[in-house]
Structure formats: structure tokens, C-alpha cells
């Protein structure tokens, strides 16, 4: 067998890694250069052989590193040496890095698979079809910045793999950068995005200068390795540098209070929701924890706060969830949510609990974003079809994202409504699901170290069984809503496989961390020293599958039950959720998201764009243009100019020369009456000299 | 006799001279003043040499009477010139350089 010997070969095997962020680069220059002459199909199967072959070896890596779990650093290239700062281009293999690169070129190359079936389509819908190869272009630079991401070695080469996701991610969130709300929708989100992510990554930069002012080196190894040390010279760096990674992570991963761009992402493509922002890039704020686990386990106060930020954004956005129509949307704010569990699990140090999470949740929630893909383009192809047929008025604004006009599509798309199920249930934590196993595991391990967090997260928990169950039941069940919905078609083969892939690694992903086994955590802690195995709480796990189901229950009253009575009701007079009956203003709050975006326009961006325009008309143009350059400089410059040509150049430098003119003239006018041309009176100058002489030579 | 008789003759033969020279509006009387004004000076030289006994003063005389002769030449040939030009030898009539 070749992973055997793979295995036992030794570690020349990890020399292979660099390859991880080359043979996307590979794919993605192949399909600039002749992309443009080959066909879809062929742009598509490119992309996503770049993708299979990092996956590949990222397998081989995993292989090599069962054989020898201390890993490896594969240096490449210097690139920056400036006095003490020496960082470097290298590679870290070692069990961390290797599982965020299986998880990030497995599911990549699923995902990959599945564009070349829904970007068919999205092309083609939205009328250009020439953006087929820049999609996978794209895709294919972010499997490779997010490579750089996972396998940096030092903080350095990490922020620049940090800013490449991001830059992929605003590329892609502004894929139909000219569409959206007012032309322009798609472009603001994108815009939101990356400023967003800016402001995190402010933070992230200080959080790495003062590591490099402590540490005076950016090398993983090195810093954790001084890390006693320096925690024991200086406490109060430790806690700067940790607090302010933890506002990159809130940027990265979407937390409190950086959250807002996510659910705005969902304007780019669905695979690219699923992707960056479901699987793999808004987890790179967790795994940079998990990363730094040496550093947090150092200060016990940063811990608190992580955690406490994890817990309440998983609560605050699953409540949010709860109040959205729109099926991506949904999808989006869980996705906060779950990233909120991983958050407050790496945060309180339970950091196999955290990634094994990460890792589920990349295989449950990129199905469900597919899916919701699926379902949206089903529904566009049943809206189009009923376009066709005339029964519907063509130009009707029709919002096939709007899980208001779904319902019923169960039996029009069998496939894709079980595989739906499954991430449904996997997300919402039901036996044996892989969602049941990781959640529980922090769940678990947050009741013996972070109580409040527990509390927090257990409701969270059972809002996450809640707005999936709602999802569902509005989706797949009842009658159609809308002639759109009813005429609903399945979707191609290249969507659906990758489907029934992730459906199957979300119920057997559960097996990679079984309670009493923990192989995930043991495979961890090759890297992570201090890890402890998750205790299995039954109460827990009972109390949380209670949560649950109950969440399940509920829904099933309220969203089968009651809905299909409500159907009856007139639409003038019906509610458009049986919600909104039963909580009134709470489910207003839910649905506006607590008004954070408002709140941010009224308090931040609002008086930021008063003090700008403050800054541009008066300071910028009034002061700065008008006063000081235009009257001051050249006003004053001018009446210099003035002065010195009039007064001072004509007046005085010329007055000098003139007068000197006229003094000589005056002068030479009276020496002129001596120049009689009389001989007779030059002789007696003559005599009359001699004689003054000669009386000097003699009275002398 | 005494030799400041020579020096009061030649000093008043001199000032003579020089009244001459300041005072006539003719040509040839100004020059005529300025060949007695030479031959006071000629006989202060003498009456010195004789004093002294050297031959300096003698032999001075001698360059004197020469460069007079040169001048004599040079001036009349010169109030012919202006005589040929101006009809006139008054020196104050010819007084064109003025400034």
C-alpha cells in the first residue's frame, strides 16, 4: 500500500509541502494565460485538479506526519533581514497546519467541483458568461493565500496569507460587482468587507509589532519558546499581544462587534459563501488562536474575554438567525454563531474541542451553503421556467433567495432536500451527527472551565436547532409558495456529487474524535503539548440534545402546524411568520439584527462621514485651499511680488541707480565750469599747484 | 658778488616769465615768457654750479637749451598750424575744449 510506505519512508515527504501553495498558483496562471481558449469544462477540471493535487499532498503530508508527529519546518526563501528582524519563507508541517490544509484543499476541491456545475448556470443568469475563468482564477488564488495562511511559520508570513484570503474574499464577494441593490449592492458589501477586515487587521499588526518588540522575533517556535520568559518580564505584553489578535480574530471570523460584514458576504457567488465564508477563511481567526495557544494559556484574563466573546457572539447571531427570510442569510448568521463556539472553545483552551468544530463544521456548513445553492438556482431555473409559460408577469421583482417564496420543494428536489437534512441536523447537534459530537465536546469542556460561557453557548444551542428547523420546514415543506417553487428543478450531477460527499463526512466525521477514543485530539497534541482529552459529560450531552430537539419540536409546531393553517388566511391580512405572532417585537429585533448596522451608521459612520466632509469642505478646501494656499501663499505671494517689483524694485533699487546717474550728472555738471578751454587758467591751476606743493615740501 | 644775486635775478626774470605766460593773450609773448621763464631756471643752474663748483648745473643747462630748441620747433610749428585754422593767435579764442 503507498501510505504505508509513505508512512514508514521518513520525512523527505514533507520537503513536498511548498507544493500546497504552488500548484494552485499553477492552476490559476494556467487559466489566465490560455484559459480564455479552452473550454468551461476544461477552465473548470483545471481549478479543481489544482485543488485535488494540493488536497493530495496534503494527504501525503497527514501520511508522513502518523510516521513522524514532530513535524517539520521546510524553509524555502529568506525574505526580510533588517537587524534583528529575520523572517523567512517557510513551511510548518506539523499536525495543526496539515488538518487546516486537509480541511481547506478537501473541502476547496469539492466546492471547486461543484462551480464548474453552479457557475455554469450563475454565468449564464446573470448574463456574462466570460467571468467563468475569473471565478476559478480567484478561487484558486484564495486556496493558495489560505495556504500560506495555515503553513506560515512565523507571524509574518501568517498576516501575509491573512491579508491574501482577504483580498480574495473582497475579489469574490464583489464577483457581480455590478449588481446588487442599486447597481452598486454587491460593490458596498464587498467595500464592507474588506474595511471590516481592515480595522481587524489593525489589530492584528499591533498585536504584532508589540510581539516583536517583546519577543524581537516573529518564528512560531521561537516565541513560544521565550514565552515564560517574557510573560514573567513583562505580564502586561502577553495580555496586549492577546487582546489585540483577538480584534483581528473578531475581524477575520466575523465576531462581536466586527460581524456585520459577513452576512453582507452573501453577496458573492454561493460557492464562495461556502467556502471563505463558511469553511475555511473566517476560520483562520481560530485557528491563529489555536496557533497561539501558548501565548492565551499565559494569560488566564484574555481567555476569559475570548471565550466570552466566542459565547455571546454564538448566542447574539444564532438569535439573529431566527429573524431572517432570506435562505443565505440564514446560513450566514449561524455560521457567526458556530464560529462563536470554536472562539469561546480555543479561547477557554480547549483547543482539540475548538478545531475539532472548525473541522465539522467546515464539512456540515459548506453542504449547507451548497445546498442553499442548489435551492436558489432550482428555484431561479422554476422562476424563469414559469416566466416562460406566462404565469407570471416577466419583470416581477422575484427574490428566489427568499425562503418566503419556497416551500414544497421536498419532493422537487429529493437530493438536494437529504442532504440538506443532514447538515440540517448535523448543525443542529443530533446524534450521530458530526455537529453532536464536536459541540458537545465544548460544550463539555466549557462547563469545567468557562460556567457563563456554557450557559451561553447551551442557548445558542438551542436557538442552532431552532433556525435550522425553521429553515427546513419553510424550504422543503408544505405547499409551494410561489409558481417559482413549484416548478423547481434538481440540479445538475457536478453540484449534487460534492453534496452527497460533504452529507457523507457529516455523518461519519463524528468518528475522527469519538469520547474515550479522542484520535483528533492525540494527532493534535503532537503540536499542541498542553492538550488535555475532552471529558464525555452525559448530563451534557442529554441536557444539549434536549435543547434540540426541543428547538426541532418547536419549529415543527410552529412552522408545520401552524403555518399551513395560516396559509388559509388571506395574504393582505396573514403574518408573514407565525413567529412574529408569537414574540411581536422581539422577532422585529431578531429580523433588523438588533440594529447593529444602524447603530454603527448612527454612532460611528455617520459622524465619520460628518467629520470627513468636515475635514474635505472646511479644513481641506476652506482653510487649507481657499485661506492658506489661495490667500495666504498666493494672495501673499502676490502682494510680495507686488511690493518688491512697484516699491522695492523700482522704487528703491532703481531710485539707487538713478539717483547715482543724476548725483554724477549734477557733479560732473558743476566740474564742467572748471574746463574753461581757456589755456591761460590752466596755467595758473598748473602754477597755482606748484606753488601749493612746493609751500607743502617747504613748511612741512 | 654774491650768488643771491644770480638767484633774485633768476627768481624775478622767473616771475616775469610766469605773469607772462598768466597775463598775455598772444601767443608768441606767451611763448616768449616761457623761453624767459627757461632761461631764469638756466641761470639759478650756473649760479649753483659756480657755487658748488661741479659742472652738473652747467651741463643741465645744456639738456634745457636742447629740449627749449625741441619746444621752440614743436610750439611754432604748432601756433602756425592754429594760425592757419583760426586766422587768430589770442588764446582765448581758442577755447573749444571747454567742458
Known sequence: MFFQEVATAGPQFFNLVPLIV?????????????????????????????????????????????????????????????????????????????????????????????????????????????????????????????????????????????????????????????????????????KK?????????????????????????????EVFAAAPQVAAAMPGAILAITLFMLVGVTGKSAQIPLHVWLPDAMAGPTPVSALIHAATMVTAGVYLIARSHTLYALVPEAQAIVALVGGVTALFAATIAVGQFDIKRVLAYSTISQLGFMVAAVGMGAIAAGMFHLVAHAFFKALLFLGSGSVIQGVEHGHHHAEAHGKKKPGERFDPQDMRNMGGLRTRMRLTFWVYLIGALALAGIFPLVGFWSKDEILAESLLLQPTVFWLLLVAAFFTAFYMGRQVFLVFFGEPRSQAAAQAVESPASMTVPLVVLAFLSIFGGLLNLPGLHTFTTWLEHTLPDLHPGEFILVVAVGASIAALAGILLTWLLYRRRYEDMQRIPPARRPDDPL???????????????????????VILNPYVALSRFLADVVDWRFWHDWFHDTLLWGGYNRLSTFLACAFDLGIIDGIANGLASATVRFAGGLRRIQTGYVRNYALSVFLGVILLIGYLILR | MPVSYYIVLSAVLFTLGALGVLIRRNALVIFMSVELMLNAANLAFVAFSQLYGTLNGQIFVFFVMTVAAAEVAVGLALIVAIFRTKHSINVDEISSLKG
Open chain 1, 193 to 221: 468587507a474588506f474595511v471590516t477586515n481592515r480595522i481587524g487587521d489593525f489589530g492584528f499588526l499591533i498585536a504584532a509589532f508589540i510581539l516583536f518588540w517583546a519577543f524581537r522575533t516573529f518564528n512560531f517556535e
Open chain 1, 22 to 190: 504552488f500548484i494552485p498558483i499553477i492552476g490559476l496562471l494556467t487559466n489566465i494565460l490560455i484559459g480564455g481558449r479552452l473550454g468551461e469544462k476544461v477552465v473548470g477540471a483545471i481549478a479543481s485538479t489544482a485543488s485535488g493535487l494540493a488536497f493530495l499532498v496534503a494527504v501525503l503530508l497527514a501520511v508522513s506526519l502518523l510516521g513522524h508527529p514532530e513535524g517539520a519546518v521546510v524553509p524555502l526563501a529568506n525574505w526580510i533581514s533588517i537587524g534583528e528582524l529575520n523572517a523567512r519563507w517557510a513551511f510548518q508541517v506539523d499536525s495543526l497546519s496539515v488538518t487546516m490544509m486537509l480541511v481547506v484543499a478537501g473541502v476547496g476541491t469539492l466546492i471547486h467541483i461543484y462551480s464548474i456545475g453552479y457557475m455554469h448556470e450563475d454565468v449564464r443568469l446573470n448574463g456574462d458568461p466570460g467571468r467563468f475563468r475569473r471565478f476559478f482564477v480567484y478561487m484558486n488564488l484564495f486556496i493558495a493565500a489560505m495556504m500560506v495562511l495555515v503553513s506560515a511559520d512565523n507571524y509574518l508570513m501568517l498576516f501575509v496569507g491573512w491579508e491574501g484570503v482577504g483580498l480574495c474574499s473582497y475579489l469574490l464577494i464583489g464577483f457581480w460587482f455590478e449588481k446588487g441593490a442599486d447597481g452598486i449592492g454587491n460593490a458596498i458589501a464587498a
Open chain 1, 580 to 602: 412574529r405572532q408569537v414574540l411581536g417585537p422581539v422577532f422585529t429585533v431578531w429580523e433588523n439584527k438588533y440594529w447593529v448596522d444602524e447603530l454603527y451608521w448612527t
